[in-house]
């Protein structure tokens, strides 16, 4: 599954194709992804200016010049690729390797751009993906967003708000971590590696994070630090990706991750000096990578 970094990474190689282009039309193979596409989706986008590319939480918002906003989601295995005639550009490893068969070939934006006709392509061989219509003056209210916390790359995130989530919770803190209430789009591997990094337990009580005056500890100071670092860093590794990649076939978003800590169990922690292995347990059905010895 697409983890925020991937979907932002998908949102900047998109965005040269997308951004200013005309949407002439929307070829749907299909009537529905996860869900049906809403009526008139094909008739309702194509013919409009792609305004601007943006991203909430995993949803990538496709804003047209009518004030409709298209909301597509990555599912499992959705991924978008970029023809232009020329090239397909396509930047990314694979961290799983994703099926190109063009029979999962879904949705085709045809587009006219700056730099003539281009098709935006959304395959996703599991359909778990899914497209979806609204009107951007309501965009905030509509179901995937209202309850929406912080996003984990703007200036928002800090540890005031999270000490002012977090107070009082007898929640383990990897769960607290993981619920979008409280930050948006964070998922289980940066949980994972934000925990790492900043030498805090997944198992220990949230609330043992705020001070009694509801104060967050110098811990989550810290915590909030790695959260913000651990993403960018991500970003900055598929963004190098996608430069790597531009002229190689593939699919925009699956980059290969160096991880710290995730899915390294039985594995030597790499904090500097702490001589521990890295375990595995399991919470609320997810697995948990996290070094017993250094995280406390
Ligand atoms: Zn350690």
Known sequence: MPELPEVETVRRGLTPAMEGSLLVRAE???PDLRFPFPAD??????????VSLGRRAKYLLID???????IAHLGMSGSFRVEDGVASEAPGDFHHP?????????????????NGPARVIYNDPRRFGFMDLARRDVLANHAFFRELGEEPTGNVL????????FAGKAQP???????????AGLGNIYVCEALWRSGLSP?????TLVDAKGKPKAALVLL??????????AIAAGGSSLRDHIQTDGTLGYFQHSFSVYDREGEPCRTPGCGGTVARVVQAGRSTFYCPKCQK
Not at 173 to 182: E, F, I, P, R, V
């Open 224 to 233: 909030t630090e790695a959260i913000r670092t651990v993403i960018a860093d």
């Open 203 to 207: 198992l220990r009580a949230a609330g």
């Open 41 to 50: 989706f094909a008739s309702l986008v194509s013919g409009q200016r792609i």
């Open 64 to 70: 047209l010049e009518d004030g409709n906003v298209i």
């Open 173 to 183: 803190l990897k769960s607290a971590l993981l619920d979008q209430k409280n930050i």
């Open 98 to 114: 994703r099926g190109k068969s063009e029979k999962h070939d879904h949705v085709i934006f045809h587009l006219e751009g700056v």
């Open 158 to 165: 800090d540890a005031a708000y999270l000490a002012a989530r």
């Open 28 to 30: 749907l193979r299909r």
